[in-house]
């Protein structure tokens, strides 16, 4: 292979793709392999996978909980955006990759390791996120990506290259598609979903039930926020990573965030992927509802033009970079008067607003009233519409009416 290494610290899922890579380092380098495994939420056991990584040649293993760390200053900063890749995917999967590639870096530094390895294919957007995470907090790291270097491109490769090396081989039947799963959402590509016109089959989703299978009686549920970010659920305070624990279960029972969708992935290609992301998809809707009352007109727009270059900055692997940590800075700033409480009403799959308010709100009843008042007064809007239609009737003078 291209250069020595003398110790690697491996992201590692315990799964057979990575169990199989500390084998293939130790063959290719002889070097010492320190497994890594973030908590990130995945809802998987962990302790057994210490063992087994210990069993299949590692020398040393982490184990993290970065579940409050990845709520407070991951998820949080990009749910005050309202970040959305292409209309449609909330980021599940791209926002937890800068959070593992730092953990593992600040591992690597400890141990004195002077190589990272990660089990991503290199067809995806994941390698990118992970590589420019670890070249942005380390330049001089090695990087090592096994999976576009190897010959172990099939799965029957994989498990006859575990089996020749005592790899313990899973005994249950792989799943026909790609899994990845963390506090916020659930992702499923690949496999059986490669056909964009293909069903899923029901037993695949995880995180919610079908909305056709959600009670028939609506939830009532009411979030209170405190610049920007989401505290408590009904009145009850809750850390970041409690919280969205809390409404996976509120979002999950009632069929809601489920999406199908065909993306563009950066390295070029189409892909197909279903996501579940109970929580998330409720945060969106309450955070928007106390936004409106609390954010300024043009601060909003302003922000809201961000949105598209902010969670494309996500999606493409670029968090650690100057134009992220830009448009991070105004977004924070568009979120200090963002307090209040939203109400919304979850009924199979759907999420509605019912009602917002907030102590110290934009919203003036009394201008906004039909009814007579003195904040506002009817007459002006004449002066105000014609100084409008100036520039619309010089137009149409000159060029000619629609
Ligand atoms: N397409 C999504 C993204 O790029 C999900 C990726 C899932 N990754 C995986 N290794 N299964 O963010």
């Known amino acids: 292979m291209d250069g020595k290494v003398k110790k690697i610290v491996l992201a590692y899922s ?32 962990l302790e057994p996978v210490r063992e087994k990584a210990l069993a299949t040649g590692a020398s040393k293993v982490y184990i993290e909980d970065l579940q409050e760390e990845f709520a407070k200053d991951f998820l949080f900063p990009m749910l005050r955006a309202n970040a959305y890749y292409e209309n449609n995917y909330l980021l599940g999967t791209a926002i937890a990759r800068p959070l593992i590639a730092k953990e593992q870096i600040r591992i690597a530094l400890k141990e004195g390791a002077d190589g990272v ?11 990118i996120r992970f590589e420019l ?9 090695k990087i090592i990506a096994p999976w576009r270097h190897w010959d172990l491109t099939s799965r029957s490769a994989l498990m006859d290259y575990a089996k020749t090396h005592g ?3 899973p005994v249950t039947k792989a799943k026909p598609y790609s899994i990845d799963r963390n506090l916020f959402h659930i992702s499923f590509e690949g496999g059986v979903l490669e056909d964009p016109w293909y ?5 695949m989703f995880q995180l919610s039930v079908a909305p056709e299978n959600a009670p028939d009686k609506p939830t009532t549920i009411e979030i209170d926020y405190e610049a920007g970010d989401p505290v408590a659920v009904n009145g009850e305070r809750m850390s970041p990573a409690r919280l969205l624990t809390r409404l996976n279960e509120f979002g999950g029972r009632n069929g809601i965030g489920r999406i199908d969708i065909v993306e563009n992935r950066f390295v070029g290609m189409k892909s197909r992927g279903v996501y579940e ?10 955070h928007k509802a106390v936004e409106s009352l609390t954010v300024d007109r043009e601060i909003m727009y302003l922000r809201d033009t961000m949105i598209p270059d902010y969670a494309k900055a996500i999606y493409n692997g670029f968090w650690y970079s100057p134009e992220r940590e830009l448009m991070q800075k105004t977004i924070d700033e568009s979120q200090k008067n963002v307090y209040g409480t939203a109400r919304l009403k979850l009924y199979k799959g759907s999420c509605i607003v019912t009602g917002r308010k907030a102590v110290k709100s934009l919203y003036d009843e009394k201008i906004a009233t ?26 149409s003078a000159t060029y000619g009416k629609k």
């Open 277 to 286: 992301t109970p929580g998330g998809t409720i945060l969106h809707v309450a």
């Open 117 to 127: 390895c990660h089990g991503c294919t290199g067809k995806g957007n994941d390698q």
């Open 199 to 203: 069903t899923p089959d029901e037993d």
């Open 167 to 169: 790899i313990p081989v």
């Open 370 to 395: 039909f009814e007579e008042d003195d904040g506002y007064r009817q007459d002006d809007a004449e002066g105000f519409i014609r100084l409008n239609a100036l520039r619309l009737k010089i137009y």
């Open 133 to 141: 995470a670890y070249q942005t907090l380390n330049p001089h790291i």
């Open 14 to 45: 315990g799964g057979l793709d990575t169990s199989v890579i500390i084998q293939w380092l130790k063959e290719q380098y002889d070097c010492e392999i320190i497994a890594f495994c973030a908590d990130v939420g995945q809802g998987e056991e």
